[in-house]
């Protein structure tokens, strides 16, 4: 079993994957859950503007006009509401040039540009992924997740994690005026637990305890390390790449030796 976070990959469904939690091995691969797929307005562009992400979050999980009532002085509701927010909004609601994607690293961009990080644009993937980590690095150790941060949907085929009481718990400590270096850590260790909580449950429904955690996300040092050892307070069997890269250095490899194992 594995979570591969990741900035985007074309799934087998046809859609843009990138926060996954897979079964399988060098044959076969099965999809038990994901993050739950948001838009990326004007597509590749999100992927250079991270304040798209930002409102393609904030719209899927709230009322927009209520939003900016509630947190009007907030810098990142500034920062949107400059922006042509009423076209993105009718290219998501119409799905023109927005596919909707699990996408982790686009999950980082869209909290590094709410705290101020890179919100405009990034010249290199990833950035403001590695700056939200920085911010956070000096308090993880004295941080918590937040509490009821996550919700984990099981109602499909699919076990969805969802985000809403993530985005709240940030909003609020924005608005009480709460240290962002403090925020960024909450952050991490909500991706943290949630994605320990799902990959138990996984492993019981499976009864897999060997677990994969790659793709170019957890080159994220606070999220490897933390995952892993948790995961390894449970007793799991836990593996990630140590002799070729996480991130898309490995696909070439990985492609190579499905390809070996195929044939």
């Not at 943290?192 to 955690?213: C, F, W």
């Not at 449970?234 to 194992?261: E, F, R, W």
Request: charged letters at 15%; hydrophobic letters at 45%; aromatic letters at 8%.
């Amino acid at each position: 079993m594995a979570a591969i976070f990741d900035g985007l990959g074309l799934g087998d469904d046809g859609a843009l994957w990138g926060g996954e939690f897979l079964l399988g091995g060098y044959k076969s691969c099965t999809r038990l859950g994901c993050f739950q797929p948001v838009a990326l307005p004007g597509g590749t562009q999100a992927m250079r503007e991270p304040w798209r992400n930002t409102y393609a979050q904030l719209l899927h999980y709230f009322d927009w006009q209520t939003l900016q009532q509630d947190y009007a002085d907030l810098d990142v509701i500034e920062l949107l509401a400059g922006k042509p927010l009423a076209t993105l909004a009718t290219m998501v609601g119409k799905n023109i040039n927005s596919p909707f994607s699990t996408s982790c690293g686009r999950w980082f961009d869209a909290f590094a540009a709410a705290l101020g990080l890179h919100g405009e644009q990034v010249c290199y993937e990833g950035q403001a992924a590695i700056a939200l980590e920085i911010l956070a690095t000096p308090l993880f150790a004295g941080e918590q997740a937040y509490p009821q941060a996550w919700a984990i949907d099981r109602s499909g085929e699919l076990s969805v994690l969802s985000w809403q009481g993530l985005w709240q718990a940030v909003l609020t400590d924005l608005k009480r005026g709460i240290d962002k270096a403090r925020i960024a850590a909450r952050i991490h260790h909500s991706l943290v637990v949630a994605t320990v909580e799902l990959l138990n449950n996984l492993s019981r429904r499976t009864g897999i305890d060997s677990i994969v955690l790659s793709g170019g996300v957890f080159q994220n040092r606070l999220l490897l390390e933390a995952v892993s050892g948790q995961l390894r307070q449970c007793g799991k069997t836990v593996l990630s790449p140590q002799h070729y890269p996480m991130n898309d250095g490995g696909l070439a490899l990985g492609q190579a030796v499905i390809a070996a194992a195929r044939a």
